[in-house]
């Protein structure tokens, strides 16, 4: 899947998303976005790097530190 796809899919995602609030005004839509791609994204990169946190977190491009207190805080490792 394309970057272009996945940009389609989590805007055809958010258009639902606000058609389904029909008026009501969102809060903390941007940190509920977070939320809901962060974890299937260490997920998905943890599975293919092996579960190597070193390897995970240079794919991502984030310090190892930061990718284990994100695996904690999403409950994906102890």
């Not at 606000?18 to 008026?23: E, V």
């Not at 809060?27 to 946190?53: I, R, S, W």
Request: net charge positive; glycine share 6%; hydrophobic share 35%.
């Amino acid at each position: 899947m394309s970057k272009k796809n996945i940009e389609d899919c989590v805007r055809a995602s958010l258009e639902g998303y606000f058609k389904d609030l029909r008026g009501t005004e969102p809060a903390g839509v941007y940190d509920m976005m977070l939320q809901t791609v962060e974890k299937p994204l260490l997920e998905v990169v943890m599975q293919q790097a092996d579960h190597n946190q070193s390897r995970a977190a240079q794919w991502l491009g984030l310090n190892r530190n930061t990718l284990r207190k994100k695996l904690l805080d999403h409950k994906l490792v102890k």
